[in-house]
């Protein structure tokens, strides 16, 4: 089954964010990475501050996931796997300056 295009939304926004900062990237150049019209990507994201707040909201549930799991160096080492899976590298990458 293919990824919904609200996912893929985000992970492209996510990598786009990454390599690029959060100036540089446009809802045009996310919506062309896609593959889909910039009013489908406004549907589901009004705004590039929506994007970082929904990024925000799956950093903030890795976080409590993490504090609810009793700290061992496997379950350590496996969070952190976690996270960068989901794109924060280094534990926490998200855009700091926003407009």
């Not at 919506?31 to 990507?41: C, D, M, P, T």
Request: net charge neutral; charged share 20%.
């Amino acid at each position: 089954m293919a990824p919904k295009t609200k996912d893929r939304i985000l992970a492209t926004s996510l990598r786009l964010f990454n390599e690029n900062g959060y100036d540089a990237v446009t809802t045009a150049k996310i919506s062309e990475e896609v593959g889909i019209s910039e009013g489908n990507l406004w549907y589901h994201f009004r705004t590039k501050r929506d994007l970082v707040s929904a990024h925000q909201l799956a950093l903030f549930v890795l976080i409590d996931k993490r504090l609810a799991i009793p700290s061992t160096p496997e379950t350590v080492v496996g969070e952190l796997c976690s996270l960068q899976s989901h794109g924060f590298r280094g534990g926490l990458d998200l855009p700091v300056s926003l407009p």
